[in-house]
């Protein structure tokens, strides 16, 4: 049983993992972090991560870059792998996540889709194939409560881009020229989406014993195996 504690666990989106757990064998949500300890569901909620001293193979975190520290803290004393679904981190808090790596599983994704981040590979080949003769733009729409803009899908893509491009890009989605588009477009039409993924990425860095950064396309080479 991958038995999962769930940051976030009152938001809308850790509510939906926990609702995607429910349905799934082998999978148990074993409690919540949240800072507000409402018990919504049948497991504890805390506040501190710390104040929690039961079993757990993985924790997802579906919060606020505020809780990361207590979240690193906590994953490095139990060595316990996490999967960051969390965006909008600073400079000096992605160097934290780089050095909680060093000792600790750590899957990190700026959009957990599975379509998205397999989005990303074909966006990297059209980057390559189709060169500086077309210009690059992304178009992003998102619920009026969207925090954070550029979104992070947004500038996963802009990189994914740039890393076929011999310059750097600043949007992607479309790509145009005076006489043809090339477009791709991704529709997440419910939460369950980025649920789905989170817990797919659980699954993946529960069985991972090696220290490191592991993002999407670690999990996808795997489901290809």
């Not at 490095?76 to 965006?87: Q, S």
């Not at 060169?131 to 954070?148: A, M, P, Y």
């Amino acid at each position: 049983m991958l038995k999962i504690i769930v940051s976030g666990c009152n938001g809308h989106m850790g509510q939906c993992v926990v609702c995607g757990c429910e349905g799934l064998e082998g999978v148990e949500v074993v409690a919540g972090f949240n800072r507000t300890p409402i018990k919504k569901n049948c497991f504890e909620v805390y506040s501190d991560p710390m104040s929690y001293e039961g079993p757990a193979d993985v924790v997802i975190d579906f919060s606020n870059p505020a809780n990361l520290d207590a979240l690193l803290e906590f994953c490095l004393l139990r060595k316990i792998p996490i999967v960051l679904c969390t965006t909008g981190y600073s400079e000096e808090q992605l160097h934290d996540i780089e050095k909680a790596a060093a000792r600790i599983p750590v899957f990190k994704s700026g959009n957990m889709s599975l379509g998205i981040n397999l989005m990303m590979q074909l966006v990297k080949r059209a980057a390559a194939v189709l060169g500086e003769s077309f210009d690059v733009e992304i178009v992003e729409k998102h619920h009026r409560r969207k925090v954070d803009a550029p979104s992070g899908t947004a500038l996963m893509l802009a990189d994914a881009a740039a890393s076929a491009l011999p310059y750097k890009a600043e949007n992607v989605f479309e790509r145009h020229r005076h006489d043809e588009v090339f477009e791709m477009k991704h529709t997440a039409l419910s939460r369950e989406v980025f649920a789905s993924g989170a817990i797919a990425a659980a699954k993946f860095i529960a069985t991972v014993k090696a220290p490191g950064m592991y993002d999407m396309d670690d999990l996808l080479r795997d489901v290809v195996k």
